[in-house]
C-alpha cells in the first residue's frame, strides 16, 4: 500500500519525504517523459482501434489513473518494459468517464474529445475545481458545440453527441493548453477542416499533434496559435515515444543552481525551455549544452533578481514558478513574480515562508526579498509544483524538512528521490502520521 493514506489505530499515515539539507549536488539525472504530453496522448488511443506502443511513458500516479479510466473504457494495457506500454483498442465497451476517476485527477476530461471522435457522444463528469484555482472546462464545451455537438449538463456529468462532428472555425477566448488538446482530438476524425484561433502552443500539444498525424491524422501549424485539421476517415495506430519533461528538467536546474551542483542533466530539450532559460540567463546562470545533455554555471551570490510573469507558452511557464521562487528566495535582491495563469497559485509561499523566505503577496503578485537563510521545518506540500518548491527549498535549508503528502508530488515526479538521492541529496521516504 507504498503511497496511500491507510489507517492503523485510528491514526492516518501517508508518505512523505524527509531531507537534510546542505548537501552539494553531483553526477548525472536523467529527465523522465512528459507527464502533460503523455496524458492527452494516452487518452488520445481512445481515437482509433489497434495497437500503440507508447515509449518513454513516466511512471507516476498521474499516468496510472489514466489507465485506469482507458481500462474502464475499454482498452487492455501492458506494460513491455520499464517506461514502454502497449494499449490496445479493440473498441470502446462505454462512453462514460465517472467522477470516482475525474474527480481525482483533471486531466481526465481529455477522454471526452477522443470518445466524441469516436463514438459521436460521450458522457464525462464535471472535474469541479483544485486547489491551484477554479479550473472551468467552458473552453473545451464551445469547442465541442462548435464542432455540432448537443451538450447538456445534468447530475454533475457533461454528456455530449452529434449525429456527425463537422469541421469549423473556433476561436479560443484564452489559449487553454487542455481545451485545444480535446478540440484538437474531436476534430481529427470530424468531416472537413477544423481551424482553432488562439490555440496553445506548448511543446505537449505539439507533440500530441505529431503522435496524431503519426496516425494518419492531418494537422498544419503544429507549435503555433492557428491549428488547422483537416479531418480523416480513419488512423491507424503505431508507435510513438513521448518528449522529455520540461517542467521536470527546469526543476533539476533550480536545483542544480541552488545546490552549487556540478550536475548533468540528460535528455532535455531546451528548446521547450526558452523563456524559463532567458529568465535565468538574465540573472546570471550559464547553460552549457551537448547533445540534449545540460550542465549548469551558476554562483548563488552573484545572481541577479528578476521580475517574472507566468504566461501561456512561450511566456514564462506556470509550473516553474514556485520553483523560481526558491531561487530568488536564496539570491541577493528583490525579486518579483506575477501569476496570470492561476488565480490560487501562491500556496507554497506561507510554507517557504514558515522555512525562513521572505515573500509578500498582493494579489496575484508575490515580492520576494532575497538573501533567505532557509532553515528546516514542518511543511505540507499542497499540490504538485509547491511541493517540488519545498524540496528544493529543504535541499537548501540548514538541518531536517519533514515534507508531508507527497502524494501531490508523485502525481508528475518520477522517482524524485531516488534520482535527487544519486546526485548526493539526503532524501528518504517515510511514513508519517497525518495531522
Ligand atoms: N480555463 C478556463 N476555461 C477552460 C479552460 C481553462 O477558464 O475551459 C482557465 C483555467 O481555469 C486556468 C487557465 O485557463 O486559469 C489555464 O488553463 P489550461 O486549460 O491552459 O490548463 P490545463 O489544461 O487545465 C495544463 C497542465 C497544467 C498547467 C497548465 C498551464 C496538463 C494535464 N495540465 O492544465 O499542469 O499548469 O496547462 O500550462 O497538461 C501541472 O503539471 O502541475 C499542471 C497543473
Redesign the pocket.
Known sequence: MKNEIWKENCHMYVDGFVVNGGKRLKGKARISGS??AA?PILAGTLIAKGEYILENVPELKDIRTMFKLLENLGLEIEKLDENTYKVLNKGLKSSEAKYDLVKTM??SFLVMGPILANLKNAKVSLPGGCA?????????LKGFEALGCKIKIEHGYVEAEADELIGTGIYLD?P????TENIVMAAVKAKGKTVIENA?Q?P?IEDLCNFLNSMGAKIEGIGTSRLEIEGVEELIPGRYRIIPDR?EAGTFIVASVLMDGDIEIEDVKMEHLESFKLKLEEMGVKFEENNGNLKIKAKLSELKPIKVKTMPYPGY???LQAQLMVLLSAINGVSEIKET???NRFMHVSELNRMGANIEVDGNTAVINGKAEFSGAEVMASD??AGASMVLAALLAQGETIINRIYHIDR?YEKLEDKLKKLGADIKREKLEVV
Open positions: 507527464k502533460n496524458l483533471r486531466a491551484i484555482g477554479a479550473r472551468p472546462v467552458n473552453y473545451h484564452f487553454s493548453v487542455g481545451a496553445a506548448e505537449e517542467i511557464p506556470t509550473d495563469i492561476f488565480e504538485l509544483r508528475g
